[in-house]
Structures are given as structure tokens and as C-alpha cells.
């Protein structure tokens, strides 16, 4: 009897582990370059809608298509945030945030801050005092 337990135990073990592995750990991942934005919004409104309104919760998890013109280009172990200020914190400038795929690394260079800039990304959410986009691809 006691064994007819353990063979059962381990059985439903087998298949809970490959279940997991098959269906969890394996999963494979969106690519963000070729997903429909959900959300097509400037960045400032995107900002003040976070900061001010309290509505980052409508935006995380989403893919958001941003429109606006960026102040700086961070570049960090080979890494670029894009970053749009709308205003000066405790901490440093506060805005959004957008770190590209690694693919967009020569176009990113090349960018002229100057100009509006359409990008899409994952938002991850707002951390007080940045919307924090990941996954971001240029559009123009």
C-alpha cells in the first residue's frame, strides 16, 4: 500500500516538474519590436498622468507608443535609456525613461535630440519619481 503511495507521489511529481518545465520555464518571450501598441500617448501626459493623477497603474504592463522630445541619451555597460525631463526632483531630473534593445544601439547614436521622437515600449511602471519604459524601439 505504502509503496502504491510513493509510486503515485512520484508519478504527479514527474508530471508537475514537466509541466513546469514545458509550459513555464520554457515559455517563450513576446518580441516587443512587433507587438501593437495598447496606448498612444505623448510622454509628457504619460508623466503628469503618473506623477500627478495617480495613474500608473493603467499604464504598467502595457505597450505604450510615446511621442515627444527627449533631453538626454544615457549610456550605461553598452545599455541606452532615452530619458524625456519634465521635472527637477531631490534625486536628479524626473520624466520618463526608455531603455532600448540592443539592436537600436547604432540608430540610437546617431539621434538628434532636437527633434520629436515616436518610440515604443513596455511600460514597467512609475517609481515615484520615473515611468520606467523597457524594451523600447524607435518608430521615426
Given at each position: 500500500?505504502?509503496?502504491?503511495?510513493?509510486?503515485?507521489?512520484?508519478?504527479?511529481?514527474?508530471?508537475?516538474?514537466?509541466?513546469?518545465?514545458?509550459?513555464?520555464?520554457?515559455?517563450?518571450?513576446?518580441?516587443?519590436?512587433?507587438?501593437?501598441?495598447?496606448?498612444?500617448i505623448?510622454?509628457?501626459e504619460?508623466?503628469?498622468?503618473?506623477?500627478?493623477?495617480?495613474?500608473?497603474?493603467?499604464?504598467?504592463?502595457?505597450v505604450?507608443?510615446?511621442?515627444?522630445?527627449?533631453?538626454?541619451?544615457?549610456?550605461?555597460?553598452?545599455?541606452?535609456?532615452?530619458?524625456?525631463?519634465?521635472?527637477?526632483?531631490?534625486?536628479?531630473?524626473?520624466?520618463?525613461?526608455?531603455?532600448?534593445?540592443?539592436?537600436?544601439?547604432?540608430?540610437?547614436?546617431?539621434?538628434?535630440?532636437?527633434?520629436?521622437?515616436?518610440?515604443?515600449?513596455?511600460?514597467?511602471?512609475?517609481?515615484?519619481?520615473?515611468?520606467?519604459?523597457?524594451?523600447?524601439?524607435?518608430?521615426?
Open positions: 500500500m505504502i509503496k502504491k503511495v510513493i509510486i503515485a507521489l512520484v508519478v504527479i511529481g514527474a508530471i508537475g516538474g514537466a509541466y513546469g518545465y514545458f509550459f513555464m520555464y520554457n515559455k517563450s518571450h513576446p518580441d516587443y519590436e512587433k507587438l501593437d501598441a495598447d496606448i498612444s505623448s510622454a509628457a504619460l508623466f503628469a498622468n503618473c506623477r500627478d493623477n495617480g495613474q500608473a497603474a493603467t499604464y504598467t504592463g502595457k505604450l507608443e510615446i511621442t515627444g522630445t527627449a533631453q538626454s541619451l544615457e549610456k550605461n555597460a553598452g545599455v541606452y535609456t532615452l530619458v524625456f525631463v519634465f521635472d527637477d526632483g531631490v534625486f536628479g531630473a524626473e520624466g520618463v525613461r526608455a531603455t532600448f534593445l540592443p539592436n537600436y544601439n547604432t540608430r540610437l547614436e546617431g539621434l538628434s535630440l532636437d527633434q520629436e521622437i515616436k518610440i515604443k515600449a513596455f511600460c514597467t511602471g512609475y517609481n515615484d519619481s520615473d515611468v520606467i519604459l523597457e524594451k523600447a524601439s524607435l518608430i521615426n
